[in-house]
């Protein structure tokens, strides 16, 4: 069974600065994997994804997320970011040939400070 | 373009009372799942459907069913209220899993907005 281990439950950072939001995966079999944010009272929004081919991924909202095979890592990052990007950040991943089930992580909660 | 919805967006109940939460997924899409997330915690994973079977269990307890009706629309119904199940409730959907290929993006879940249930 996959699991994710988000390592920063929590991340300030003033705004125009740039941001890394870790995220580190395990399983025995090929993933995918994926960024979805959290603003308050609202749903899941897919950031970005990969499935396939090139390692580095480029979602909405100017966020990137690089794939790292050996060393299970997913980072999510942002060049600068805004006010609005204040949200909580969930890491997901789902296995090739298996349940298709997104595991998440426990969350990043990002805070933007002006 | 259509997304995944749920009603009510929000409800209260007391205890050991029950409750139903609906999800309509996108059109095309044929498989729902429903993921519970408690205050301050990531999603878990309920229970999924496609084409009207049930086709992964997660932690889902025993009070609660769901079922996913012809229309492909599910219903989450909840028996037996405790406090602890206080909680957002998403649906998501996807096309069929596994679809064609590795970058099908075939096992991408679209999110609802969540059904709030507060239990009193």
């Known amino acids: 069974a996959q699991s994710v281990t988000q390592l920063d439950s929590q991340v300030p950072v003033f705004e125009e600065a740039p941001v890394e939001l870790r995220c580190n995966y395990s399983?025995?079999?090929?993933?995918?994997l994926f960024w979805y944010v959290q603003y308050p009272n609202q749903g899941l929004q897919l950031l970005l994804k990969?499935?396939?081919?090139?390692?580095l991924v480029k979602g909405i909202n100017g966020f990137e997320a690089e794939f790292n095979k050996s060393q299970t890592s997913f980072h999510l990052r942002k060049p600068s970011v805004h006010i609005s990007d204040t949200a909580e950040y969930f890491c997901?991943?789902?296995?090739?040939?298996?349940?298709?089930?997104?595991?998440f992580g426990r969350g990043t909660s990002l805070i933007v400070h002006p | 373009a259509a997304g995944v919805i749920q009603s009510p967006r929000h409800l209260i109940k007391e205890k050991r009372e029950t409750a139903t939460l609906k999800c309509y997924p996108i059109p095309r899409h044929d498989t729902v799942y429903w993921y519970q997330q408690g205050p301050g915690q990531d999603p878990q994973f309920l229970i999924s459907?496609?084409?009207?079977?049930?086709?992964d269990k997660g932690s889902i307890p025993d009070r609660f069913s769901a079922q996913q009706f012809s229309d492909y629309h599910s219903e989450l119904n909840m028996s037996s209220l405790e406090l602890g199940d206080s909680a957002l409730y998403f649906c998501?959907?996807?096309?069929?899993?596994?679809?064609?290929?590795?970058?099908?993006?075939?096992?991408?879940?679209?999110f609802g907005a969540g059904s709030r249930l507060t239990v009193l």
């Open positions: 990969y499935l396939s081919g090139s390692t």
């Open positions: 459907f496609y084409e009207k079977m049930q086709s």
């Open positions: 998501a959907s996807s096309p069929t899993p596994g679809g064609q290929g590795p970058s099908s993006g075939a096992n991408v879940l679209t």
């Open positions: 399983s025995s079999v090929s993933v995918y």
């Open positions: 997901a991943v789902s296995e090739r040939g298996g349940s298709y089930i997104p595991t």
